[in-house]
């Protein structure tokens, strides 16, 4: 069960793989993942916040947008609200709750439309080279040499604020570097020699490309996508705290954290807590991401 993906491939070129096989390995990964008590805390986490997310309609206490003016920045354990409220008298707890829709959703959706983008371009210029290689990925260069940060800040500005445009702005971004993450990999993998065994055998490029490289890339790219997500969250999250974001009174943790620190001096609460959700969430996908690495990497599984 420890053997190298490529080493199986070999052997799968020569003779016919037994029944299962695919059932088994997946077995293995996974049993080497629920070893890895962080990322597994780190999944449940990951879980939690989503389903309360999805059901915010049915689960947040209070409306996200309607406040008491009375109660406005009360501190934490206010009864009838566990974790206080902000400036306008809304429930924090409530908010935090209906934000995780927009904050979760700005990670997840543009990293994996960037994946499927990159998956793309980066099979084609690590498979062909050539020119067509070259073309792509000096494109992809020009891109990296600009900081992520301000070149999305600068294209969501150009776009005009809003979800979408952040979005959009965020998957324009990090395209680049997950199809460099995928370029490498290909161009790895193409020359190991399962690949080599394939073209012995008279494969076509087709077959090869779809049968040997796509396989043992997506592992590698799930890894990084995973790990990106935080990346993306926390990327959002300060767009929306710039205000090119989602726009007031939309609950949003970015926006949230920049309301909040107005009163940082006499509520700390208002800042700090959507400030903590964005830290755990960020860091519960890191190291999802890693325990993934562990869990697909077959050398990893043999220490």
């Known amino acids: 069960m420890s053997t190298p993906v490529s080493e199986v491939m070999v052997r799968g070129q020569a003779v016919r793989q037994p029944r299962g096989f695919r059932g088994s390995q997946l077995a293995v990964v996974w049993r080497t993942f629920k070893r890895d008590r962080v990322a597994v805390t780190s999944a449940v986490i990951i879980i939690i916040a989503t389903l309360a997310a999805v059901g915010a309609p049915w689960i947040a206490p209070y409306s996200a947008y309607e406040g008491d003016g009375a109660l406005r920045l009360n501190p934490i354990g206010t009864p009838g609200h566990l974790l206080g409220l902000d400036g306008q008298g809304r429930d924090i707890l409530s908010r935090l709750i209906w934000g995780g829709r927009v904050s979760i959703a700005s990670g997840v959706l543009p990293v994996a439309v960037a994946a499927l983008i990159s998956l793309v371009l980066g099979v084609t210029a690590g498979f062909y080279q050539g020119i067509i290689g070259g073309v792509i990925m000096r494109v992809m260069d020009v891109f990296i040499a600009f900081p992520i940060v301000l070149l999305a800040a600068a294209i969501a500005g150009v776009m005009g604020p809003g979800m979408l445009n952040v979005m959009l702005s965020m998957v324009i971004v990090i395209v680049p570097y997950v199809t460099r993450t995928v370029y490498s990999a290909t161009v790895e993998i193409r020359r190991l020699e399962f690949v080599e065994a394939a073209y012995a055998a008279g494969a076509r490029n087709v077959n090869i490309l779809f049968g040997q490289i796509l396989p043992n890339v997506l592992s590698p790219l799930l890894v990084y996508s995973t790990t990106i ?55 519960a996908f890191n190291l999802l991401g890693d325990g993934l690495r562990d869990a697909l990497d077959p050398h990893l599984r043999v220490r």
């Open 229 to 283: 997500i935080g990346v993306m969250i926390t990327l959002a999250a300060g767009l929306s705290f710039l205000g090119l974001g989602v726009q007031p009174p939309e609950p949003d943790w970015g926006i949230m954290t920049s309301d909040g620190r107005v009163v940082l001096d006499i509520a700390p609460h208002v800042a700090t807590i959507p400030g903590l959700a964005i830290v755990i969430i960020t860091l």
